[in-house]
């Protein structure tokens, strides 16, 4: 079944999407290959589970250099499953951002430069780790999706 990403407009984007209470669930387990899959044959670094229309707190981080982020970090494709940012730096960083839900428009942005992470692999292993820069972008950006968040709200100043 090909996967369809949700445009803004749609209502499930700005839910907040609930909890994964069985993280080996097949569905759940699909749902990642598919997720992965998706994000890298759209050129995305990332994306989230409400953007496919399944409201659950499960993102994908897959930062790799491709035509849309020419300058991205390789990374494998990394499933977060109820992630939490546990921790923020004072410091911001403006950067560029587009997102696969919001076709066609991109805009400078103000994250925080490094972030605490605690969240589970698709394995049920736990995790805290610490992410910077671009990388810490993307999960910024992902979480957002899961409150209900796009970028375009976050947009500096026209
Ligand atoms: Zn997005």
Redesign the pocket.
């Known amino acids: 079944m090909a996967l369809e990403i949700l445009q803004i407009g749609n209502p499930i984007l700005r839910q907040v999407a609930r909890e994964v209470s069985d993280i080996e669930e097949e569905r759940i387990q699909k749902l990642i290959d598919d997720l992965i899959s998706l994000t890298l044959s759209a050129n995305g670094v990332?994306?989230?589970a409400p953007?496919v229309g399944v409201s659950e707190r499960l993102i994908i981080v897959a930062s790799h250099p491709n035509p849309r982020y020419p300058d991205a970090p390789l990374m494998s494709p990394l499933a977060m499953i109820n992630p939490r940012i546990v921790s923020y730096s004072q410091e911001m960083v403006k950067g560029n951002e587009g997102?696969?839900?919001?076709r066609g428009k991109r805009g400078d942005v103000s994250r925080h430069r490094e972030i605490e992470v605690e969240y589970y692999t698709r394995d049920g292993k736990f995790h805290r780790r610490q992410y910077s820069d671009f990388v810490a972008r993307i999960i910024q950006?992902?979480i957002d999706?899961l409150n209900g968040i796009?970028?375009v709200d976050r947009l500096d100043g026209g």
């Not at 997102?99 to 919001?102: Q, T």
Request: proline share 0%; with cysteine.
């Open positions: 990332g994306i989230a953007q997102c696969l839900s919001v950006h992902e999706h796009l970028f």
